[in-house]
């Protein structure tokens, strides 16, 4: 059996005003594209779908393209899970819909999904936090443990469990007692969570930049020893980058998504997750590189016309650009900048600093005329800068309206 897995397409999301639409549009298309070429059998996306509980019309659109296009005409079961970013009312919403194409919505951590029937495959079974599918073409059924975010509160409303235990208590209890009831070595046996997990002991993950955190201290952490015996590929959506914090026997990965959504992810490869899974065996697992979308780049610079010629030479890109320079950038040199790139994020000019001689002592003449005290406290804030002539005309400008 393969299965597809992916997590974190924040379908609507924009990098501070820009929007990426376009690019979610073609990187869409190619992972459905990976689906079709690769004969694939089931897809899993672990959450994050969009960026906002309330996301725009053309976000919607996009994702229900994408995964009618994925089931096949309901032959390939497609099930998507809600995320911190996602509102699980929204994600539910279009179920008695989307079961009809074959694709399942499950908003609410513990969900109970409503069995059905479709020419290519049928739900068999359906209890609190897991799925037992069969696909026509195989003689023996996938089940598939699912848990959407929720915060802590929030899962424990769903679980009803007692409110002093920590979260990853009450979820190893709930995985591996399900796990133990339904998971039997005669089919394959997989996770998907969207939540914040590590090894213990292990490095500490960094969360996205400019994402909504999950983990809050300790209250949020998740264990992959939570992870039950029983399972043999845990697919986690959350963090943007490919890790498998598991081991090559059972596989516990963040696939990465699809784009890059913030400058700390600049340079970083984008997969998707091809699994190969049979019951009672160890899964294969081919990380795919996808290549759609603009690459995130930060660039520094003490030159503009060098700067000019590389952002000439590299369109097809989305630059934090930092100049630095002894003074500060003018009208013109910013102008220059942005003609030769319409992709600069954020321009960030860095004057260098100018240290004082050791023991020297700054005096400011409180006599003088208030040009001069102007240019004197700008230095004194600017580490001895002085302005430039276009700093001087914007004062001249101000102290005239106020005469």
């Not at 479709?118 to 598939?144: A, C, H, M, N, T």
């Not at 759609?292 to 630059?319: C, H, M, P, Y």
Request: net charge negative; glycine share 6%.
């Amino acid at each position: 059996m393969k299965i597809l897995h992916t997590a974190d397409l924040h379908l609507g999301k924009k990098l501070d005003y820009f929007p990426r639409l376009e690019e979610q549009e073609e990187v869409m298309k190619e992972i459905c594209q990976i689906a079709d070429g690769e004969n694939v059998d089931m897809v899993l996306v672990a959450g994050d779908l969009f960026d906002a509980f309330n996301p725009p019309t053309e976000a919607v659109e996009l994702l229900f393209k994408t995964f009618k296009h994925l089931s096949n005409n309901g032959i390939r079961p497609v099930i998507a899970i809600a995320g911190n970013h996602d509102s699980p009312a929204l994600i539910d919403a279009p179920d008695p819909l989307a079961r009809e194409c074959g694709i399942v919505m499950i908003g609410y951590p513990n969900a109970t999904v409503q069995t059905f029937d479709l020419p290519g495959f049928s739900i068999l079974k359906s209890v609190p936090g897991l799925i037992e599918i069969k696909l026509r073409q195989f003689d023996y059924p996938v089940r598939i443990l699912h848990t959407a975010y929720a915060n802590e509160a929030r899962l424990k409303e769903y679980l009803g469990e007692d409110k002093e235990e920590r979260l990853n208590e009450i979820l190893t209890r709930h995985w591996q007692q399900t796990a133990e009831e339904h998971c039997d070595n005669k089919g394959v046996n997989l996770m998907m969570a969207h939540l914040y997990m590590m090894k213990r002991g292990g490095e500490i993950l960094e969360e996205p930049e400019g994402e909504k955190p999950i983990k809050i201290g300790n209250a949020d952490l998740v264990y992959s020893e939570a992870v039950p015996l029983q399972i043999q590929y845990t697919a986690l959506g959350h963090l943007h980058g490919y890790r498998n914090i598991g081991d090559e026997q059972k596989p516990i990965v963040y696939t990465s998504s699809p784009l890059a959504y913030s400058f700390s992810e600049a340079g970083q490869q984008k997969y998707v997750a091809l699994v190969e899974a049979a019951p009672d065996v160890p899964v294969k697992v081919n990380k795919l590189a996808l290549r759609s979308g603009k690459q995130l780049v930060r660039k520094t610079f003490d030159d503009i016309d060098t700067a000019v010629r590389w952002l000439s030479e590299n369109r097809n890109t989305l630059v934090e650009l930092t100049i630095e320079s002894e003074t500060f950038l003018t009208a013109t040199e910013r102008k220059s900048l942005n003609k030769a790139h319409s992709g600069i994020i954020h321009l960030i000019p860095k004057v260098k600093n100018l240290i004082l001689e050791k023991g020297e002592l700054k005096t400011i003449n409180l006599s003088q005329g208030i040009r001069d005290l102007f240019k004197d406290y700008f230095k004194y804030r600017n580490n001895d800068q002085e302005p430039n002539e276009e700093i001087m005309k914007l004062f001249e400008e101000v102290l005239k309206e106020a005469n």
